[in-house]
């Protein structure tokens, strides 16, 4: 039971350049979530869904589109990445309940140069 | 939406002193407050949650206070350990709104904490 694996790691990007983060979880939950973490500003949420084929913007969804054809995948793209999008992305994954404790992945490090 | 302010962004404690992150929220409607911490390299890790139907929470060295009437909420860590030393989070769960709509979580900013030998 690996839990939440996000690919890859660590990643560089010139301007410009394209890229998609994968998320994957093996939990069978119904709800993934996208977030950033920036240094002093917590984690902010980017897009989240709330199953298979189905998506919604979060808080800082601008620049980013998402993806949900399988249930424990959840992909995040990047088509024209900017410096301000340097960050640590962290994937998250929850079970449809009352109180839903998310489940998070390690983290990709991207930085755009 | 629902805001969530957290104090202090940084805490230095001896080992065997005791820690405490508070938190404040803006939605009375908001009703679970999980702590997450996140060791270095790593993603967050749910440590305990309260819901608002409760005062406050134990489980070992670590206990949880909600403060409904202030909108507050505090993590109080004992006998803190250098293992301790991490990142904490707290956040707040705004309730379903119905339909497809699901629970939001909105996080602190987070709270370095660091537990000396």
């Known amino acids: 039971n690996a839990g939440v694996t996000q690919t890859p790691k660590f990643r560089v990007l010139k301007t410009g350049q394209s890229m998609t983060l994968l998320c994957a979880q093996d939990m069978n939950h119904e709800y993934m979530y996208w977030y950033r973490q920036d240094p002093g500003m917590g984690l902010r949420l980017i897009h989240y869904?709330?199953?298979?084929?189905?998506?919604a913007k979060g808080e800082v969804p601008d620049g980013y589109n998402v993806s949900r054809l399988k249930k424990q995948n959840f992909l995040l793209g990047l088509e024209s990445a900017a410096p301000s999008q340097t960050s640590v992305y962290f994937c998250?994954?929850?079970?449809?309940?009352?109180?839903?404790?998310?489940?998070f992945g390690p983290g990709t490090r991207l930085t755009v140069l | 939406g629902e805001n969530v302010e957290q104090h202090p962004s940084t805490l230095s404690v001896q080992e065997g002193d005791s820690a405490v992150i508070k938190c404040t929220y803006s939605?009375?409607?908001?009703?679970?407050f999980p702590w997450y911490k996140q060791e270095l390299g790593k993603g967050p890790q749910l440590i305990i949650d309260?819901?608002?139907?409760?005062g406050e929470k134990k489980d070992q060295r670590i206990a949880v206070t909600l403060n409904k009437t202030a909108k507050h909420f505090s993590l109080h860590i004992t006998e803190t350990q250098p293992e301790d030393s991490a990142v904490y989070f707290c956040a707040a769960l705004e309730p379903y709104a119905g339909g497809t709509s699901y629970g939001k979580l909105t996080f602190g900013q987070g709270t370095i904490l660091t537990v000396h030998p």
């Open positions: 869904s709330v199953g298979e084929g189905t998506t």
């Open positions: 939605d009375s409607a908001s009703n679970y």
């Open positions: 309260i819901r608002s139907n409760v």
């Open positions: 998250a994954s929850s079970a449809v309940t009352s109180y839903n404790e998310q489940f």
